[in-house]
């Protein structure tokens, strides 16, 4: 079974990757020689290897976003043959090894693509339509110091495990790149129960979604349609069950508000 | 919080008008089905029907408004999904989404269609070319039974039909698992039995609508 | 110089209630917000910085190189946090993790910081459970612990493997929260490329927006630099790809003492090396050692065969053999360096003879596979996806790699630089971990800094100084500007013949090979000799294409590999001048007869801060002499 290079051959992959110099430009798709890559190279060593060439050869470099390359940080984000990552189970574009491609095979490469994602350059896109959602509510309002002891409230196992298989979200934005209709349900969505899960969120739970739903529209995302695809580019296996849940969170707080017993109006919605 | 302009508060309001929708479709085939009992089975059913004039009325004005709410929000949304996803990949490759999924706009659309052909067909009765003559039976009630079998005799009809209930099929087989998602019920366990139960439903009206025209186009349901 | 510590005297216990009380000012609520301080990184120690100073009150900037704050490195870290809550009765207390700390850094830290990081580590638990971070619990709801390498005790909170991304998104959340409130302004995609240092005091910093290129001063009244750690330095390391010595060194060249840098972590469980392509160092979480057993064949013939070819008795355990009382769970230098040795004696398994096993069967036939795949299986899975085998079938094959630093910018006890208004937290400075930091600690350093250290004693240095008192008009702006540009057109201008990666690389493997695990004289000045060389050669032959007004990643890193040759060098001749053993650092000339690090408590119990004195010039050294006056300095056992 294993897995030295001398035991594999060398592949040669051909790229045809999306280039834009800036926001705004026009872009085009370029064609690109990928040489003498090993089974073991990981996909951005592979493109490594192509920008060390291209740089040589007095040529732009691909710009492409990474940086951890151990599948947590959440920086890397190329579109791989139509598949956000790659399309690998439970795997970033930085583990993504080249070991699941063969010799001679054209890979198309693309930055994620939504409205609310505009391209910075070649594989690069901006991404801080995420960060404002978490900025209006994606939070526990608690202040530093002052708090209880951290057993003082307890967590039921299961519900411990619930909140943490929410918040696995690495934040890269597969799963608005998968949406065909460019939504940020599952980001949201894996916020959202796990804050509304565990006690310590469950107090503004309400003023949260109302607060997320409204950013979403705001920051140009669509709207769901169910089609899961972002659970299935999902890089952390986030379910969709917790799209559920922003939805049930979502119902539960409009009630709440319509009968008068709460209002979802708060210093934390940004009104 | 807004439940008409806020995305999953008119998310809801889909999967209520379709759940009420579904509702209707059910009792419909129900009803419908009595003409496998031949004439006096469908003949009784309407008859019944046209006696509770209340209850009609009702069905009426809430399938109506379902429809009305339903299409209207459907449009918005497929609008403002298409611009917030203005692109598309070089290549088209979905690893979820299904035919039916994608589609939901357009089987929606031929679906609105095909309700008014529907109702001007037989409720109305005044689709040039494939008008429909009121007759009655012995018992003086009106006799459905001749008049459907009347109208899918004809070949167009029993087709527009047909395709109307494929349209029927993959709109509900992705529409009704949906409804439970969007309505939140789902979880990892609850979600596979949604999904199945959805199919199997949208099957069911398939099959049981289908065999209706297919039935008495072949000339296989008796007097 | 000898230079002093600050740090309070008097009994420990009540050294940091005491030190708050009588020697550090307030700031009054309706002044907080004339202040502004600039916050660079936004990992652990900065996030949580940047959100708690503006929670006080101050205007806040906070400034990453990522395209957003919840990318930095911290998130990385995976098995956990230590705190001396000593939940599960196991005889653990605040003095025991602050002893646990010093003897685990080799007697090379200052005791009161280390005090103080023990004693508000409870806090730190609390806080993040506020946040919603969800940590691990057992079945009636209480938090659990795990035990972790250079304890006895079991104090180690952690949420999954992902202790780090959990803990990192709740300061990041904390910080959103302000951001969204207005009070913190964040700069994403943003590097900063020097200090601006008016009068002596820090008083901004000089950036580049990585996207538009455009170079800019932001002026404020102190600086707080979380910028993480330099061990990127040999090219292959488990930090990001992005993390680089720039912000510390800048800051070094405008003239803050940089202190130990000789003291590098090399962590004992990474995937091996597969290839020279490779681009980094995957870390496989410390925890594993709680269950896996670490082993190499006895003989030289079986490191070719299949582990399961190679019987029981004809296999070393020696971490069990060397330390039978810690084990598996020797701290990570010692463990490190034993696995260095078996492979240098020949008995290395895997590509280049460079990995041992670290063995999971017996935990598997003791407590059953879907056991061990609850507690590791993401772990199980990345190595899987990395190498293609199958760890719960076949041992998985580890070998150190660089980790983390425990050098770094030199501070008093306030977190203040010898440079007035520039304040050093987390990794980026040198203060609590001596010369090895111990496994799920760098989590607790970092927040512990940020939420509840830094929040005092920067009001101490604002109660004292006129807010406002730079503008961004200040020549020493305009001059900071000009240099950096310069720089940049330097890079730009040179257009050579090898690529950054290739300059990159190239110090990366002559300072992994000769400054890395094992360092001797001779290794060390052939080092020293060859830098200045890669050093010039680099300005004489690097290729940077591309123009300085657009986003160009190859002259990002272009900054960061010219900081590195020079950073190197210092790195090299600290090594060079420690004349001892200890912790990360280990001299081959110093050692016991049966391998252990041989310290020189005598000539080198102190921190060594190196002053800047002009590129190629051989930095002038400080010595700070450290005290142990609570726990006796002892040779580090872990028999």
């Known amino acids: 079974m294993s897995a030295h290079a001398t035991e594999h051959g060398t592949m040669n992959i051909k790229l045809i990757v999306w280039r834009q110099p800036a926001r705004d430009k026009p872009g085009r798709f370029e064609t690109y020689e990928a040489k003498n890559i090993t089974p073991h190279h990981s996909f951005l060593e592979m493109l490594d290897v192509v920008n060390e060439d291209l740089i040589k050869a007095g040529k732009d470099p691909i710009a492409f976003d990474h940086d951890c390359r151990e599948g947590i940080c959440g920086m890397c984000s190329a579109v791989v043959n139509g598949v956000p990552h790659g399309g690998q189970e439970r795997t970033t574009l930085c583990q993504l090894h080249m070991r699941k491609f063969k010799d001679g095979d054209a890979i198309y490469l693309e930055p994620w693509r939504a409205r609310a994602f505009p391209i910075l350059r070649d594989l690069i896109v901006d991404r801080t339509a ?31 495990d619930y909140a943490m298989d929410a918040a696995a979200c690495i934040g890269c934005g597969a799963c608005v790149a998968a949406c065909p209709n460019g939504a940020a349900m599952l980001f949201a969505g894996a916020k959202v129960a796990q804050l509304a899960e565990l006690p310590q969120g469950q107090v503004e739970a309400p003023q949260r979604v109302a607060a997320m739903v409204k950013a979403m529209a705001d920051q140009g995302f669509g709207n769901c349609s169910n089609h899961y695809e972002c659970e299935a580019a999902c890089p952390k296996g986030i379910e969709v069950k917790f799209i559920a849940r922003l939805n049930r969170e979502f119902t539960k707080a409009l009630c709440q508000e319509k009968i008068g017993a709460i209002s979802t109006t708060t210093a934390a919605s940004g009104d | 919080m807004r439940l008409l302009s806020d995305s999953i508060g008119r998310k809801v309001v889909m999967a209520i008008t379709g759940l009420l929708m579904v509702l209707f479709v059910v009792g419909h085939l129900l009803g419908n089905l009595s003409i496998f009992a031949g004439a006096d089975g469908i003949n009784t059913y309407a008859a019944k029907l046209q006696a509770l004039p209340l209850l009609v009325w009702a069905t009426r004005i809430v399938m109506g408004a379902a429809v009305l709410f339903h299409l209207v929000i459907s449009i918005q949304i497929t609008l403002e999904n298409n611009q917030a996803n203005p692109t598309a990949y070089a290549v088209d490759r979905r690893l979820r989404a299904t035919f039916a999924g994608k589609n939901m706009i357009w089987t929606g659309l031929l679906l609105g269609g095909f309700i008014l052909f529907h109702l001007f067909h037989f409720t109305v009765r005044s689709v040039p070319g494939l008008e429909i003559v009121q007759v009655h039976d012995a018992l003086g009630r009106a006799d459905v039974f001749a008049m459907v079998s009347a109208a899918f005799g004809k070949l167009v009809t029993a087709a527009v039909y047909v395709i109307a209930m494929l349209m029927l099929y993959l709109h509900l087989s992705h529409g009704i698992q949906s409804t439970f998602q969007s309505l939140g019920l789902n979880n990892s366990k609850t979600m596979p039995g949604f999904a199945k139960f959805g199919g199997v439903l949208s099957v069911i009206f398939l099959l049981g609508y289908g065999a209706i025209p297919v039935a008495i186009f072949f000339g296989l349901l008796a007097k | 110089m000898i230079l002093d510590g600050k740090a309070p005297t008097g009994k420990i216990q009540d050294s940091w209630d005491k030190h708050r009380f009588d020697s550090l000012k307030l700031v009054n609520p309706a002044n907080k917000r004339k202040y502004k301080i600039l916050v660079v990184g936004t990992g652990l120690a900065g996030g949580s910085a940047a959100a708690t100073l503006a929670e006080l009150g101050y205007q806040v900037e906070a400034f990453c190189y990522q395209d957003s704050p919840r990318r930095a490195h911290s998130i990385a870290a995976q098995g956990g946090i230590n705190a001396a809550k000593a939940y599960p009765n196991d005889g653990d207390s605040i003095y025991r993790l602050f002893y646990d700390t010093i003897k685990g850094g080799d007697f090379r830290a200052r005791e009161a910081d280390v005090w103080r990081l023990s004693q508000v580590s409870n806090n730190i638990i609390d806080q993040c459970v506020a946040q919603g971070v969800p940590f691990a619990r057992d079945y009636a709801g209480y938090l659990d612990n795990r035990s972790f390498g250079g304890a006895q005790v079991s104090r180690t909170f952690y949420a999954r493997g992902q202790t780090g991304q959990q803990l990192l998104l709740g300061a990041y959340s904390a910080l959103s929260r302000q951001i969204g409130l207005g009070t913190v302004k964040m700069f994403a995609r943003t590097e900063m490329l020097d200090l601006v240092v008016v009068d002596g005091e820090a008083k901004g910093i000089t950036v580049r927006d990585l996207v538009t290129g455009e170079i800019r001063t932001h002026v404020g009244d102190a600086v707080v630099l979380a910028t993480g750690g330099y061990m990127n330095v040999f090219y292959l390391s488990t930090n990001a790809m992005g ?75 020696y971490l069990e053999r060397k330390y039978p009382s810690y084990g598996n769970l020797a ?166 013949k090898r690529t950054v990666t290739e300059f990159t690389r190239e110090v990366g493997v002559l300072m992994w090979n000769n400054v890395g695990m094992a360092r001797t004289k001779q290794s060390l000045t052939e080092a020293l000799q060859k830098l200045p060389a890669i050093r010039e050669e680099f300005w004489k032959n690097v290729k940077v294409s591309g123009s300085g007004d657009e986003l160009n990643q190859q002259l990002e890193n272009a900054g960061r590999t010219a900081d590195f040759i020079e950073f190197a060098e210092l790195l090299a001749r600290d090594a060079l001048h420690r004349e001892e053993s200890c912790g990360g650092h280990f001299r081959v000339e110093h050692q016991y007869p049966d391998g252990e690090a041989m310290r020189d408590d005598a000539n080198f119990s102190y921190a060594a801060a190196w002053e800047f004195k002009g590129t190629g010039q051989a930095q002038e050294l400080h010595k700070e002499p450290l005290k142990f006056e609570n726990i006796h300095l002892a040779v580090r056992s872990y028999k």
Not at chain 3, 257 to 283: E, F, R, V, W
Not at chain 3, 440 to 465: E, K
């Open chain 1, 130 to 160: 995420l960060d404002k959602l978490i900025q209006v509510a994606g939070f526990v309002s608690c202040h530093t110091g002052g708090v209880p002891d951290g057993n003082a409230i307890l967590v039921g196992k299961p519900e411990a």
């Open chain 3, 243 to 317: 993390c680089s010595a720039t912000a510390i060194w800048k800051a070094h060249k405008k003239g803050a003492y940089l202190a130990n840098p000789c003291y590098t972590q090399i962590h004992p469980t990474c995937i091996p090396q597969a290839g020279d392509y490779q681009s980094k160092l995957t870390l496989m979480s410390e925890s594993l050692r709680n269950d896996g057993r670490i082993w190499v064949p006895k003989k030289k013939e079986d490191c070719g065969k299949l582990p399961s070819e190679i019987p029981e008795a004809d296999r070393d355990y």
């Open chain 3, 331 to 496: 701290p990570r230098d010692i463990a490190s360096r034993a696995a260095k040795e078996q492979c240098d004696e020949g008995r290395g398994v895997g590509p280049g003879g460079r990995g041992v096993y670290l063995d999971f069967s017996d935990s598997i036939a003791r407590l059953g596979e879907s056991t061990i795949r609850e507690r590791y299986g993401n772990l199980f899975e990345m190595y899987e996806r990395i190498t293609d085998e199958n760890a719960y079938q076949r041992p998985m094959r580890i070998y150190p790699a660089p980790h983390y630093a425990m050098g770094g910018l030199w501070v008093d006890y306030n977190l203040q630089s010898n440079i007035p208004g520039l304040f050093v937290l987390g990794e980026a400075n040198f203060s609590v971990h001596g010369a090895n930091r111990l496994g799920a600690s760098a989590l607790m350093q970092g927040l512990a800094d940020g939420y509840f250290v830094i929040p005092y004693t920067i009001a101490n240095y604002l109660a004292q100084t006129k807010p406002g008192k730079v503008k961004s008009d200040h020549p020493e702006c305009t001059r900071s500007i000009a240099e950096v540009k310069a720089e940049r057109d330097r890079f730009l201008s040179v257009n050579g």
